[in-house]
């Protein structure tokens, strides 16, 4: 018996997967790894943590579900989250923390870039919204106000890039890993140079492109023996988080639109143009070549409830947080839909798409005399959905969206999906046992095995039996409180850059008293 294996490098956690080759789950594993936060605008995380998290539960996972089976392990297929930066000295040791897609220290590099002819040009060629979000930037930043790491780089890598290397000794980076570096053109499929010069680096000091069913190397002797696992073993490069849950999703083609809630969020279409928008408002990453997964993110997602649920919930164990998480959903349950006029702006992480404003702050609005911790929570929620609906809906001047579904741990949960599915006014399908992201790892795998003769097909073999209607009363509700919401988001940039300047002054203050 064949199985093939996935490994998601997600922005707080690993999840590893085994799939037989009809795509039913044998086995999972799951882990979870910090981010710091040490300055206001910082986001970062430990590499070898990462590492070891990944090689023990994939240690474990073929320990319980795999070898006592007599399972071959056809394949081991990587994903990630994108827009990471790892600096690495000649060794491949890394020279301080990754920087993740959170991370908005460049602002003022992009503020600066965003505004130029070179920016909207760069922003054609690579299909990445100039934001500090983009490698480019974070390479940028390195330069100007790092310069002894920068200096010492001889790679700058992303996370996956760098699991590869601690796995195979290869330095490997794949399309839509690279194509969301701001660094890549994605029309010529090569390293662009207007950015690199930019940025101040030459090809060399990046990892070498590949296609996503590329072989990434051969697993080296130690891990052969620690894992039990021949040397034959493929390990296949594979792509990032948001590619694979697209395809996991089975929206590939005309007409298909796909949300995804994690740590953070988006809204994504899959097809053969790119999204064109003089407002530099979308992404356009490469799976294939000629197949684009295009779209917006939000910085602020799953990772707001999270953080409203470690500040406000209710700990019967504290490392229970799922529990607590439930515990508060039922009582936002409660609450009538627009939560009694109380509003939330999420931007706790600044924001992407569609505002594109770093300095973008979290605000609660509305607020009167008669809210109760319940309206708290369930304005929480909506806020998060509020700036899903709001991307999906200027996707939707671009694209002729006529099916929706939803995939991520937050997605799924179903009162965040019929939530979703007011809000949109819309049917929203889904899939609450299975992980989009891990399954569309599997479905990349397997095409590359040839059980799939394309991407396509594969894609066309996913089903979504869940389906959530929307209410018409609770959408009627939604649009009105939507309308104080955009204009909230876009009508506070003069008030989001005075606070988060302040906040950057007092920093400093602030460690003082710690």
């Given at each position: 018996m064949e199985c093939i294996i996935t490994i998601e490098l997600g922005t707080n956690g690993v999840r590893v997967f085994a799939f037989d080759l009809e795509g039913r789950v044998i086995g999972s594993m799951k882990g979870h790894h910090p981010t710091f936060h040490t300055e206001p605008d910082y986001s970062e995380q430990d590499p070898e943590q990462i590492f070891i998290t990944t090689l023990y539960l994939l240690k474990n996972l073929l320990n319980e579900y795999i070898h006592p089976k007599k399972y071959k392990v056809a394949s081991i297929c990587l994903c990630a989250s994108m827009h990471s930066v790892l600096a690495v000295d000649r060794n491949g040791n890394p020279l301080g923390n990754a920087i993740t897609w959170a991370d908005n220290r460049a602002r003022k590099e992009a503020q600066e870039l965003r505004a130029s002819l070179l920016g909207k040009s760069l922003y054609t060629a690579t299909g990445t919204p100039i934001h500090p979000m983009s490698p480019l930037l974070k390479i940028t930043w390195m330069r100007h106000h790092d310069k002894e790491r920068f200096t010492l780089a001889a790679k700058f890598l992303s996370i996956k890039s760098y699991i590869i290397h601690q796995f195979t000794g290869e330095y490997k980076v794949d399309y839509s890993i690279a194509s969301a570096t701001g660094l890549m053109n994605i029309h010529a499929i090569r390293?662009?140079?207007?950015?690199?010069?930019?940025?101040?680096?030459?090809?060399?000091?990046?990892?070498?492109?590949?296609?996503?069913?590329?072989?990434?190397?051969?697993?080296?002797?130690?891990?052969?023996?620690?894992?039990?696992?021949?040397?034959?073993?493929?390990?296949?490069?594979?792509?990032s988080d948001g590619c694979m849950a697209t395809l996991g999703d089975g929206v590939l083609g005309e007409g298909k639109a796909t949300i995804t809630i994690e740590d953070s969020g988006a809204v994504r279409v899959m097809g053969p143009r790119v999204l064109k928008d003089e407002q530099m408002?979308?992404?356009?990453?490469?799976?294939?070549?000629?197949?684009?997964?295009?779209?917006?993110?939000?910085?602020?997602?799953?990772?707001?409830?999270?953080?409203?649920?470690?500040?406000?919930?209710?700990?019967?164990?504290?490392?229970?947080?799922?529990?607590s998480m439930q515990l508060l959903i039922e009582e936002a349950a409660k609450v009538p839909a627009g939560s009694d006029g109380l509003l939330f702006l999420p931007y706790l992480f600044g924001e992407r798409a569609p505002i594109w404003n770093a300095d973008a702050r979290g605000a609660y609005f509305g607020?009167?005399?008669?809210?109760?911790?319940?309206?708290?929570?369930?304005?929480?929620?909506?806020?998060?959905?509020?700036?899903m609906y709001s991307i999906g809906k200027i996707l939707g001047e671009q694209?002729?969206?006529?099916?929706?579904?939803?995939?991520?741990?937050?997605?799924?949960?179903?009162?965040?999906?019929?939530?979703?599915?007011?809000?949109?006014?819309?049917?929203?399908?889904?899939?609450?046992r299975s992980h989009s992201v891990s399954f569309g790892a599997f479905l990349l795998s397997a095409t590359e095995m040839g059980i799939f003769p394309s991407l396509d097909e594969a894609a066309r073999t996913v089903e979504l039996?869940?389906?959530?209607?929307?209410?018409?009363?609770?959408?009627?509700?939604y649009a009105d409180y939507f309308d104080v919401f955009e204009r909230l988001s876009g009508g506070l940039a003069g008030e989001f850059e005075a606070i988060s300047s302040l906040q950057r002054k007092h920093a400093g203050c602030s460690k003082a008293r710690e």
């Open positions: 390293w662009e140079e207007d950015a690199l010069t930019y940025a101040g680096i030459t090809p060399d000091r990046l990892p070498d492109l590949a296609p996503i069913f590329t072989p990434a190397g051969r697993l080296k002797k130690a891990y052969q023996q620690s894992l039990n696992l021949p040397a034959e073993t493929k390990i296949l490069i594979g792509s408002r979308f992404f356009n990453y490469l799976l294939t070549e000629n197949c684009y997964v295009s779209g917006g993110p939000t910085n602020n997602g799953g990772n707001i409830f999270e953080w409203f649920t470690r500040q406000f919930g209710d700990f019967a164990n504290p490392y229970d947080i799922e529990s607020l009167n005399i008669k809210h109760e911790r319940q309206h708290f929570i369930r304005a929480t929620i909506e806020g998060v959905l509020y700036e694209r002729d969206i006529k099916s929706l579904s939803v995939n991520g741990s937050f997605g799924v949960l179903p009162f965040w999906t019929q939530m979703m599915a007011d809000m949109f006014n819309r049917p929203v399908r889904t899939r609450q039996p869940d389906v959530f209607s929307p209410d018409k009363q609770h959408h009627a509700v």
